[in-house]
C-alpha cells in the first residue's frame, strides 16, 4: 500500500516561514514528478510548485519568490520551503506524487495539512 503523508503545516503570522514535508512509502521502484497544491475554502485546488526526479521545478507566480520546492530522492521526499508567508496563502496544501510501482506509473494525493496565516 502506498501513502503521501505531509507534515510541517500550522499557523503562523504574515511575514513568517514554514516548511512543508511529504514522504512517499510503501513498495515504490521510483518517485518521478512531486508536487504540492492548495485549495483554500470555497475554491477549487490550484497547483503551488512541482520537481521531477532530476530537479526540473516548476512554481505557480503566485509563489514564485517566496516558495521553494527541492526532493530527496532517497527518501521519496519531498519538501516546500514557504517564506513572507501572506494570508493568501492560508489552504490545505496537499502533496502529489506520480510513483512507479510493479512497472505500473500512477497519480497519488496525500491527506493534506492545513497552513493558516494571520494577518
Known amino acids: 500500500q502506498v501513502q503521501l503523508v505531509e507534515s510541517g503545516g500550522g499557523l503562523v503570522q504574515a511575514g513568517g516561514s514554514l516548511r512543508l514535508s511529504c514522504v512517499a512509502s510503501g513498495r515504490i521502484s521510483s518517485a518521478n514528478t512531486m508536487g504540492w497544491y492548495r485549495q483554500a475554502p470555497g475554491k477549487q485546488r490550484e497547483f503551488v510548485a512541482s520537481i521531477s526526479r532530476g530537479g526540473l521545478t516548476s512554481a505557480a507566480d503566485s509563489v514564485k519568490g517566496r516558495f521553494t520546492i527541492s526532493r530527496d530522492n532517497a527518501k521519496n521526499t519531498v519538501y516546500l520551503q514557504m517564506n513572507s508567508l501572506k494570508p493568501e496563502d492560508t489552504a490545505v496544501y496537499y502533496c502529489?506524487?506520480?510513483?512507479?510501482?510493479?512497472?505500473?506509473?500512477?497519480?497519488?494525493w496525500g491527506q493534506g495539512t492545513q497552513v493558516t496565516v494571520s494577518s
Open positions: 502529489n506524487a506520480d510513483l512507479l510501482l510493479t512497472g505500473v506509473l500512477s497519480n497519488y
